[in-house]
């Protein structure tokens, strides 16, 4: 049986874990501060952490909160910034994180991961 799964399915709270793992292995040092994770901004210099990696209403999110930067990116939007790719591709390797065959996009176009 292949593993397929909805695109909006892999930005919900059950891939937080997932997500977290995975911004880790892009370099972003992570650390569980309560309900977040938090770590300095990978995209601007920080003194003190400003990157959050949470739930918020039902989607995991990343979030600067310096006004530095201010940004918010679900996973493929911050894996598409720190890569250098398009959204296919950041599609593709995070699916392929989780041991994903295929994504399923709202139009109902399929991605191979």
């Not at 994770?37 to 909160?65: E, I, N, W």
């Not at 940004?71 to 591709?89: A, N, R, V």
């Amino acid at each position: 049986m292949k593993n397929i799964v909805n695109l909006r399915d892999l930005k919900a709270p059950y891939y937080l874990e997932q997500t977290f793992s995975y911004a880790c292995s892009l370099g972003i040092d992570l650390k569980k501060s309560g309900a977040f994770y938090v770590a300095s901004c990978p995209f601007h210099s920080d003194t003190k952490p400003s990157f959050y990696l949470h739930d918020k209403r039902g989607k995991v999110r990343f979030t600067c909160f310096s006004n530095k930067c201010e940004g918010s990116w679900d996973i493929f939007d911050l894996i598409q910034k720190i890569e250098g790719c398009d959204f296919i591709t950041a599609v593709k390797q995070f699916g392929q994180h989780l041991s994903i065959e295929e994504v399923i996009l709202p139009q109902g176009n399929i991605i191979k991961c």
